[in-house]
């Protein structure tokens, strides 16, 4: 069956690059969705990647895919507490597989 | 423009009641999803409609319902609750069949007790 993977927390101080990483198991998966919710908010989107590309970036946001390791990766440059939050990645296509999430913690 | 918008924000409810939680999405998106996400984990997909037709059902029981309207606005029902029930039930809206993204609303956090 389907299945995304990400690691529980990532601690980094202002000012530094975020890496957060997920890897999925479906290989039929064509999209694939970074969003980010905030405590007691929705999921806002954003960014996403069609499977055939290797990169998107949009400003301070670079993501990164593996397709043969089944990998990806969403880069936040010049982090600020204001992304403090948890990030999901999610696969689809149609519905969406999310994973369980990555904490963010922002330190000034 | 108003994002996707959903009803009540709150809602507390016994085991064994039925619950009712409404969903109007962007307007001109003709997709809605419904996902379930607990405490502590990733939202989990329960139901997608397209044009008014079921597009998709997660692995939910048949307690749970729900259908689109000609406004394509959705509701989704839950009858005969459990303690297990008690999540942030959100909504989704689409342009098509969600290629371009999801719209997330903020959420309806039910508890069950």
């Known amino acids: 069956g389907e299945d995304v993977e990400q690691s529980l927390f990532l601690s980094v101080r202002e000012g530094d690059s975020s890496v957060i990483n997920c890897t999925y198991t479906d290989s039929s998966s064509t999209y694939l969705y970074w969003y980010k919710q905030e405590p007691g908010a929705g999921l806002q989107l954003l960014t996403y990647?069609?499977?055939?590309?290797d990169m998107k970036q949009d400003q301070r946001l670079t993501v990164l895919l593996n397709k043969k390791d089944k990998h990806l990766s969403l880069r936040i440059a010049d982090t600020q507490t204001g992304d403090s939050a948890i990030y999901f990645c999610a696969e689809s296509p149609r519905r969406l597989t999310f994973g369980s999430g990555t904490r963010l913690q922002v330190q000034p | 423009d108003a994002g996707v918008t959903q009803s009540p924000t709150h809602l507390i409810k016994t085991r064994g009641q039925h619950v009712t939680l409404r969903c109007s999405p962007i307007s001109g998106h003709k997709s809605v999803s419904w996902y379930q996400q607990v405490l502590g984990q990733g939202p989990q997909f329960i139901f997608q409609y397209y044009e008014k037709e079921e597009r998709g059902r997660g692995n939910f029981p048949d307690r749970f319902s729900a259908r689109q309207f000609p406004n394509y606005s959705s509701e989704l029902n839950v009858n005969a609750l459990l303690l297990g029930d008690s999540a942030l039930y959100l909504c989704?809206?689409?342009?098509?069949?969600?290629?371009?993204?999801?719209?997330f609303g903020s959420g309806t956090r039910l508890t069950v007790v």
């Open positions: 989704a809206s689409s342009l098509d069949e969600g290629f371009d993204g999801y719209t």
């Open positions: 990647i069609f499977s055939n590309m």
